[in-house]
């Protein structure tokens, strides 16, 4: 009997994205593949600056100044799980920006074992998602966008398949500095399953951001609503009862999520300091994170995260830093460059 890995991935897919498990397959989606995101408190995507990291997760801000960059990503999870993104830009006369990507999750080798617990040799799983982008200025402010990606896992000798399609409208204003943005993501279907007969939906998720660039200082504000299509998102153990109070004779009642908590579970938070054109230090923080993740009386810095980003002649590198509790942070590193400036100039 081999190795029951299915209910494994799935079961920890959902724990990456602090989402209630078993409801849909491909969860992976939601991760950040970008590190700049990440530093930024996640699923960051008011912002249109040429940055093609960022257009992978909100196709709305493709422009063409993406035209042949080319970007890599590298996530380094807890548990020695690897991820990460290929991602390039390319201008085509008379059609406008295109960009295409790959982002894939690799979990590792795993050994497989019969049910009496002999080992039978090993065995590897992971998840690809591979898509291209494009969008549409409509006019001086508004630009919208959309990504269609095939989707593919293997788990052992478990595989699915299945197309999804992200799209997202922005609105941009260069002269006030505000940038707002609205994007439905992972909408789609699974042709096929891992078991026969069987399709299970995709994360579809809404998100929506503003981010503010103030005009006399090197400060830029944003604030995420995310799964917006999902008021509560709280978990509430179902197992617990009213106790009393042995001293009053009180009853306490079960503890319950208030409006607070319920909206912050929705939204994120980044601050980006500009202090030149080249570099940049970033702080973001993540309520849903901190506080369905963190260790019962070590919360320290958890839901926080911290990045870096730098230019150096053809080359610009950023680092993110998530701390998702006191049992693990995710680290991302991340490199993009132009190939134009590698041509000779007559």
């Known amino acids: 009997m081999k190795f029951r890995f299915t209910l494994f991935a799935f079961s920890f897919s959902a724990a990456l994205m602090a989402q209630t498990g078993g409801t849909n397959a491909w969860q992976f989606l939601d991760l950040d593949f970008s590190a700049r995101s990440l530093s930024l408190g996640s699923d960051f995507v008011p912002l249109k600056d040429g940055d093609i990291n960022l257009a992978v997760s909100n196709p709305a801000s493709i422009t063409p100044e993406m035209d ?9 999870y807890p548990a020695g799980i690897n991820y990460g993104m290929l991602a390039f830009g390319k ?12 982002r894939y999750v ?3 080798k795993f050994t497989r074992t019969d049910a009496a617990g002999i080992e039978q040799g090993t065995f590897t799983a992971g998840d690809y998602a591979m898509g291209t982008g494009y969008a549409k200025q409509l006019n001086k402010y508004f630009s919208i966008g959309g990504n269609f990606n095939l989707l593919f896992s293997h788990y052992e000798t478990y595989s699915a398949f299945g197309i999804g399609a992200d799209v997202a409208t922005m609105f941009h204003d260069d002269k006030s500095n505000i940038t707002i943005s609205l994007v439905a993501r992972n909408i789609g279907y699974q042709l096929k399953g891992f078991t026969s007969k069987n399709h299970e939906p995709l994360p579809t998720e809404v998100v929506a951001g503003i981010s503010y660039k103030f005009h006399h200082a090197p400060f830029r ?4 609503g995310t799964d917006l299509t999902r008021w509560d998102l709280t978990y509430n153990d179902p197992s617990l009862v009213p106790t009393i109070d042995q001293l009053t004779g009180d009853t306490i009642p079960v503890p319950t999520s208030s409006f607070i908590q319920k909206v912050g579970y929705h939204t994120n938070f980044g601050l980006e300091i500009l202090p030149t054109e080249n570099f940049f230090i970033r702080v973001g923080f993540n309520y849903q994170r901190r506080n369905s993740m963190g260790v019962v009386n070590r ?12 230019k150096v002649k053809k080359f610009a590198f950023n680092y993110g830093i998530a701390i998702y509790s006191a049992a693990g942070t995710s680290n991302a590193f991340s490199i993009t460059t132009n190939l134009n400036e590698w041509k000779r100039k007559e």
């Open 68 to 76: 042949n960059n080319l970007s890599m990503n590298h996530f380094i």
């Open 91 to 102: 201008n085509i006369e008379k059609l406008g920006t295109f960009t295409g990507h790959l």
């Open 106 to 108: 690799s979990y590792g």
């Open 221 to 224: 504000l944003s604030l995420v």
């Open 299 to 310: 919360m320290s810095v958890g839901g926080f995260s911290f990045g870096v980003g730098f």
